[in-house]
Protein backbone atom coordinates (compact mmCIF):
# COMPACT_ATOMS: atom_id res chain seq x y z
CA UNK A 1 0.00 0.00 0.00
CA UNK A 2 2.93 2.46 -0.39
CA UNK A 3 1.55 3.11 -3.71
CA UNK A 4 -1.73 4.20 -2.07
CA UNK A 5 -1.81 7.60 -0.91
CA UNK A 6 -5.51 8.56 -0.87
CA UNK A 7 -7.70 10.40 -3.47
CA UNK A 8 -7.26 14.19 -4.20
CA UNK A 9 -9.28 16.59 -6.18
CA UNK A 10 -7.39 15.43 -9.18
CA UNK A 11 -8.77 11.83 -9.13
CA UNK A 12 -12.17 13.32 -9.14
CA UNK A 13 -11.27 16.22 -11.67
CA UNK A 14 -11.07 13.52 -14.60
CA UNK A 15 -14.84 13.29 -15.09
CA UNK A 16 -14.79 16.75 -16.51
CA UNK A 17 -12.61 15.75 -19.30
CA UNK A 18 -14.41 15.42 -22.52
CA UNK A 19 -14.03 12.49 -24.70
CA UNK A 20 -13.65 9.16 -24.48
CA UNK A 21 -10.40 8.62 -25.13
CA UNK A 22 -9.02 11.65 -23.14
CA UNK A 23 -11.47 10.68 -20.19
CA UNK A 24 -10.26 7.04 -19.94
CA UNK A 25 -6.56 7.55 -20.28
CA UNK A 26 -6.69 9.92 -17.43
CA UNK A 27 -9.23 7.02 -15.39
CA UNK A 28 -5.79 4.50 -16.53
CA UNK A 29 -3.17 7.07 -15.34
CA UNK A 30 -4.60 8.76 -12.44
CA UNK A 31 -7.14 6.35 -10.60
CA UNK A 32 -6.87 2.95 -11.93
CA UNK A 33 -3.55 2.31 -10.15
CA UNK A 34 -5.36 3.66 -6.81
CA UNK A 35 -8.21 1.33 -7.07
CA UNK A 36 -5.60 -1.62 -8.01
CA UNK A 37 -3.89 -0.84 -4.62
CA UNK A 38 -7.22 -0.69 -2.68
CA UNK A 39 -8.47 -4.07 -4.42
CA UNK A 40 -5.70 -5.75 -3.61
CA UNK A 41 -5.56 -4.36 -0.07
CA UNK A 42 -9.02 -5.01 1.18
CA UNK A 43 -8.95 -8.89 -0.40
CA UNK A 44 -7.95 -10.80 2.21
CA UNK A 45 -9.48 -9.32 4.89
CA UNK A 46 -13.28 -9.63 2.92
CA UNK A 47 -12.25 -12.98 1.83
CA UNK A 48 -11.90 -13.93 5.59
CA UNK A 49 -15.14 -11.78 6.80
CA UNK A 50 -17.05 -13.99 4.31
CA UNK A 51 -15.78 -17.05 4.33
CA UNK A 52 -15.41 -16.72 0.38
CA UNK A 53 -12.10 -16.46 -1.64
CA UNK A 54 -12.41 -12.26 -2.92
CA UNK A 55 -10.98 -11.30 -6.22
CA UNK A 56 -10.95 -8.15 -7.10
CA UNK A 57 -11.66 -6.57 -10.95
CA UNK A 58 -10.96 -3.03 -11.85
CA UNK A 59 -13.40 -1.38 -14.22
CA UNK A 60 -12.32 -1.23 -17.55
CA UNK A 61 -14.98 0.49 -19.46
CA UNK A 62 -14.32 -1.85 -22.30
CA UNK A 63 -18.10 -2.05 -24.20
CA UNK A 64 -17.89 2.05 -24.48
CA UNK A 65 -17.62 3.48 -27.40
CA UNK A 66 -18.90 6.98 -27.32
CA UNK A 67 -19.75 8.28 -23.64
CA UNK A 68 -17.00 8.45 -20.99
CA UNK A 69 -17.62 6.75 -18.17
CA UNK A 70 -19.17 8.86 -15.52
CA UNK A 71 -17.76 6.65 -12.47
CA UNK A 72 -15.69 3.97 -12.24
CA UNK A 73 -14.82 1.20 -9.57
CA UNK A 74 -13.15 -1.54 -8.20
CA UNK A 75 -15.37 -4.21 -7.20
CA UNK A 76 -14.49 -8.19 -5.12
CA UNK A 77 -16.52 -10.76 -5.80
CA UNK A 78 -15.77 -14.79 -5.27
CA UNK A 79 -15.61 -15.28 -8.34
CA UNK A 80 -11.99 -15.05 -10.74
CA UNK A 81 -13.99 -14.40 -14.20
CA UNK A 82 -16.27 -11.22 -13.07
CA UNK A 83 -18.19 -9.93 -10.45
CA UNK A 84 -21.69 -8.78 -12.36
CA UNK A 85 -23.35 -12.08 -11.76
CA UNK A 86 -22.29 -12.03 -8.19
CA UNK A 87 -23.28 -9.82 -4.92
CA UNK A 88 -20.21 -7.72 -4.63
CA UNK A 89 -18.61 -5.01 -3.04
CA UNK A 90 -16.97 -2.04 -4.41
CA UNK A 91 -14.92 0.92 -4.03
CA UNK A 92 -15.33 3.67 -6.72
CA UNK A 93 -15.69 7.68 -7.86
CA UNK A 94 -17.95 9.62 -9.15
CA UNK A 95 -17.27 12.91 -10.26
CA UNK A 96 -19.15 14.38 -6.54
CA UNK A 97 -18.11 11.45 -4.18
CA UNK A 98 -16.38 8.30 -3.39
CA UNK A 99 -18.89 5.07 -2.75
CA UNK A 100 -18.71 2.21 -0.81
CA UNK A 101 -21.18 -0.53 -1.77
CA UNK A 102 -22.31 -4.10 -1.17
CA UNK A 103 -23.97 -4.31 -4.71
CA UNK A 104 -26.16 -6.42 -6.14
CA UNK A 105 -27.45 -5.71 -9.89
CA UNK A 106 -29.16 -6.99 -12.33
CA UNK A 107 -27.42 -9.73 -14.06
CA UNK A 108 -27.58 -11.45 -10.58
CA UNK A 109 -29.32 -14.61 -11.36
CA UNK A 110 -29.38 -15.19 -7.34
CA UNK A 111 -31.58 -11.76 -6.72
CA UNK A 112 -34.61 -13.91 -6.02
CA UNK A 113 -32.78 -15.80 -3.45
CA UNK A 114 -31.31 -13.27 -1.96
CA UNK A 115 -34.18 -10.97 -1.56
CA UNK A 116 -35.71 -13.77 0.59
CA UNK A 117 -32.81 -14.05 2.50
CA UNK A 118 -32.15 -10.60 3.51
CA UNK A 119 -36.11 -10.31 3.61
CA UNK A 120 -36.20 -12.40 6.33
CA UNK A 121 -33.40 -10.92 8.22
CA UNK A 122 -34.48 -7.50 7.76
CA UNK A 123 -34.46 -6.54 11.74
CA UNK A 124 -30.86 -7.83 11.48
CA UNK A 125 -30.13 -5.47 9.07
CA UNK A 126 -31.50 -2.34 10.58
CA UNK A 127 -29.37 -3.51 13.67
CA UNK A 128 -26.19 -4.17 11.58
CA UNK A 129 -25.88 -1.40 8.72
CA UNK A 130 -25.93 2.27 10.91
CA UNK A 131 -28.71 5.16 10.23
CA UNK A 132 -26.30 7.08 8.12
CA UNK A 133 -25.12 4.50 5.82
CA UNK A 134 -27.41 4.66 2.65
CA UNK A 135 -29.21 2.71 -0.16
CA UNK A 136 -29.65 2.71 -3.73
CA UNK A 137 -31.86 0.82 -6.41
CA UNK A 138 -29.37 1.93 -9.35
CA UNK A 139 -25.52 1.50 -9.59
CA UNK A 140 -25.98 3.74 -12.53
CA UNK A 141 -27.22 7.11 -10.65
CA UNK A 142 -25.11 8.67 -8.19
CA UNK A 143 -28.19 9.12 -5.84
CA UNK A 144 -29.04 7.52 -3.19
CA UNK A 145 -31.13 7.33 0.34
CA UNK A 146 -29.76 7.45 4.20
CA UNK A 147 -31.19 4.73 6.05
CA UNK A 148 -32.37 6.88 8.62
CA UNK A 149 -35.01 8.35 5.77
CA UNK A 150 -35.69 5.13 4.38
CA UNK A 151 -36.85 3.69 7.80
CA UNK A 152 -37.81 -0.27 8.20
CA UNK A 153 -40.76 -0.14 5.52
CA UNK A 154 -38.06 1.34 2.82
CA UNK A 155 -35.50 -1.41 2.85
CA UNK A 156 -38.31 -3.69 2.99
CA UNK A 157 -39.86 -1.95 -0.51
CA UNK A 158 -35.63 -2.38 -1.93
CA UNK A 159 -35.16 -6.10 -0.75
CA UNK A 160 -38.45 -7.21 -2.07
CA UNK A 161 -38.27 -5.00 -5.47
CA UNK A 162 -35.19 -6.71 -5.80
CA UNK A 163 -36.64 -10.57 -6.47
CA UNK A 164 -39.63 -8.68 -8.03
CA UNK A 165 -38.23 -6.24 -10.61
CA UNK A 166 -36.11 -7.55 -13.55
CA UNK A 167 -33.78 -4.45 -13.49
CA UNK A 168 -33.78 -4.49 -9.77
CA UNK A 169 -30.69 -3.81 -8.13
CA UNK A 170 -29.89 -3.26 -4.36
CA UNK A 171 -26.62 -1.46 -3.20
CA UNK A 172 -26.15 -0.30 0.62
CA UNK A 173 -22.90 1.73 1.62
CA UNK A 174 -21.47 4.78 2.22
CA UNK A 175 -20.62 8.02 0.59
CA UNK A 176 -17.87 10.34 0.86
CA UNK A 177 -17.97 13.64 -0.63
CA UNK A 178 -15.23 14.76 -2.75
CA UNK A 179 -14.01 17.71 -0.41
CA UNK A 180 -14.05 15.26 2.67
CA UNK A 181 -10.37 15.95 4.17
CA UNK A 182 -10.46 11.97 5.13
CA UNK A 183 -9.80 11.11 1.25
CA UNK A 184 -6.18 12.60 1.30
CA UNK A 185 -5.21 10.98 4.72
CA UNK A 186 -4.55 7.86 4.12
CA UNK A 187 -4.64 5.86 7.11
CA UNK A 188 -8.33 7.85 7.87
CA UNK A 189 -9.53 6.59 4.41
CA UNK A 190 -8.47 3.10 5.39
CA UNK A 191 -9.61 2.86 8.16
CA UNK A 192 -13.29 3.96 7.24
CA UNK A 193 -13.26 1.57 4.64
CA UNK A 194 -12.08 -1.38 7.08
CA UNK A 195 -14.92 0.08 8.94
CA UNK A 196 -17.47 0.07 5.81
CA UNK A 197 -16.72 -3.56 5.37
CA UNK A 198 -17.08 -4.77 8.37
CA UNK A 199 -20.49 -3.71 8.56
CA UNK A 200 -20.78 -4.62 4.45
CA UNK A 201 -19.45 -8.07 4.47
CA UNK A 202 -22.43 -9.09 7.33
CA UNK A 203 -24.82 -7.93 5.14
CA UNK A 204 -23.39 -10.31 2.09
CA UNK A 205 -23.56 -12.92 4.97
CA UNK A 206 -27.14 -12.48 6.12
CA UNK A 207 -27.85 -11.95 2.39
CA UNK A 208 -26.04 -16.08 1.66
CA UNK A 209 -27.62 -17.61 4.64
CA UNK A 210 -30.85 -18.39 2.85
CA UNK A 211 -29.25 -19.90 0.21
Known sequence: MDT??????????????EGLDQRMEAIKTIVRP???????????????????EMFFHVAKHARRTVNPPADTWVAWAADKRG???????????????LFVWYAVIYEAPA???ISRALGEHLD?????????????????????????????EGVKKLVDRLAQVK???????????????????????????DKTFGVLTKLYNLGHSGS
Not at 34 to 52: D, N
Open 124 to 152: DILAIVPDDFRWSPDHTEPDSTPQALLGK
Open 111 to 113: KGE
Open 4 to 17: FTGFQQEDFDVFRI
Open 34 to 52: KLESLGQHFAPAISVATGS
Open 167 to 193: KAELLCGITIDRNDPVLADKDALLGRL
Open 83 to 97: YKKHPHFQVGLWGTH
